[in-house]
């Protein structure tokens, strides 16, 4: 389940988001199932069990299963044009501001790297002076983390210019005899390969947006919900197909039914009022 999430989603934001929502909704359909279960809706238990039921899959499971289906294949559902360029333009945007400043912190370490070579090798518990190279001026600080059960200490890299404006920092986290060891040249060679791997990350990313996947759970959800009333999308492969099918004529069957249920109890209730 946990990878399925993933699997819907872009990065981890979107995971939590994802997993936020989904949550959100079934709590308030287990709230409504429990509700059908106390004694003064006695009359109406089935109905609003009945509901919940129909809300959990309208708003969660063939929302769900039309996500993986558009992550699986892109062309399953054809969205309206407005609707899919809005979208995609959207995401290409969050694409570009996420990922534009990457290459520039990557060849800006690796500069680092190059331009103070002499103390690379060094280990932190050594840069707690300053230290001066052609470049620039270097210490380390350490601070406890708080709360801490093993007393772990975040180590922080100052990196100045010669003229003493700071530049960059790095952060190290660890318990303090790990951060004395640790050598300079290995967290900077740690954040190169963090953000090489973010990089590649958003280089997927652009691939699976050309192939128009870029649909995630949550910004489905209102397209999923509305479309039996919009059209805003249509399914176009024969699995897209049945599995739409099957969803709108279970909606309508237990929508039609809890609605002729409060119907009829509405119209007793008129009949008795009239009649006394």
């Known amino acids: ?10 990065g981890i934001g979107e995971f939590f988001s994802t997993t936020f929502l989904i949550l959100i909704i079934l709590s308030f359909c287990v709230y409504l199932y429990r509700v059908s279960k106390y004694k003064k ?23 769900f299963l039309y996500t993986l289906m558009l992550k699986n294949d892109p062309a399953s559902f ?42 690379l090798n060094r280990q932190l518990k050594q840069l707690k002076q300053l230290n001066f190279t052609e ?36 952060y190290q986290v660890g ?11 290995s967290v900077i060679s740690e954040d190169i390969n963090n953000l090489k791997n973010e990089l590649n990350y958003y280089k997927v990313k652009k691939v699976e947006l050309d192939k128009n996947n870029f649909w995630t759970f949550a ?15 249509s399914p176009l492969t ?16 237990i929508g039609i039914g809890v609605f002729l249920h409060f119907l009829i109890i509405n119209l007793e209730l008129i009949i008795r009022n009239r009649k006394s």
Request: with cysteine; glycine share 2%; charged share 20%.
């Open 175 to 185: 318990r303090q005899v790990e951060l004395d060891s640790t050598k300079f040249g």
């Open 238 to 253: 024969p699995m897209a197909n049945i599995l739409y099918t099957f969803h709108y004529i279970i909606i309508y069957c």
């Open 1 to 10: 389940m946990m990878l399925t999430l993933i699997n819907i989603s872009f």
């Open 78 to 119: 054809e969205f309206k044009t407005a609707i899919h360029d809005s979208r995609k333009r959207v995401v290409f945007n969050e694409w570009l501001d996420d990922s534009k400043n990457i290459p520039y912190e990557i060849k800006y370490l690796e500069n680092i790297k190059l331009s103070n070579y002499t103390i």
């Open 135 to 170: 470049s620039n001026i270097i210490f380390t600080d350490y601070k406890i983390n708080m709360p801490s059960k093993n007393f772990d200490f975040t180590a922080t890299i100052y990196i100045f210019d010669r003229k003493g404006i700071l530049k960059k920092e790095l």
């Open 41 to 63: 809706y006695q009359k109406s238990k089935y109905a609003i069990s009945c509901l919940s039921i129909m809300l959990t899959l309208h708003l969660v499971v063939f929302p």
């Open 219 to 233: 910004t489905l959800l209102p397209y999923s919900i509305s479309s039996i009333f919009t059209g805003n999308m």
